[in-house]
């Protein structure tokens, strides 16, 4: 399966938020939105970053609750890691896998087409399990 047969499924939205707000800011909405992470976009939606809920922690744990009033480029990743419509989920696996990430925003002629979680790959993954010995019970059965 592809990347961008899931999108099809679990659609393109993609919150975003901007590299000036708050540590704090950015950790309500990421509760409020109930998700991971958000894609950092400068005002020209070009993408500089990615901020996670790991990244939140890791900020706070080091400098402490004075860290929520930061903007989110002090403790974003700024090296983001893409996933591509085209690739299957067995290479994001691995790449999410050796590169300790949960989250690769989706890039679609340089924009920004959706994103996509290790539970997504994962939710995915057990699908196609079940469709095959489905259709091996189906099988035996008929056999």
Do not use: W
């Not at 990421?30 to 991971?36: D, I, S």
């Not at 004075?66 to 591509?84: D, Q, R």
């Amino acid at each position: 399966m592809l990347v961008s047969q899931i999108l099809k499924d679990k659609g393109d939205l993609v919150f975003t938020a901007s590299p000036q707000e708050t540590v704090g800011a950015a950790a309500a909405l990421l509760h409020a939105r109930k998700v991971g992470a958000m894609v950092v976009v400068d005002g020209d939606e070009a993408i500089v970053g990615i901020l996670s809920e790991r990244d939140i922690v890791r900020v706070i744990a080091k400098e402490g609750a004075s860290a929520l009033n930061k903007p989110i480029t002090a403790c974003m990743s700024a090296e983001v890691i893409f996933a591509h419509p085209e690739e299957s989920i067995d290479i994001l696996l691995e790449r999410m896998t050796d590169r300790r990430i949960r989250h690769l925003p989706v890039v679609r002629d340089g924009r920004l087409a959706g994103i996509i979680s290790i539970g997504d790959l994962v939710k995915y993954k057990i699908n196609e399990a079940q469709a095959e010995a489905d259709g091996l019970k189906a099988y035996i059965a008929a056999g």
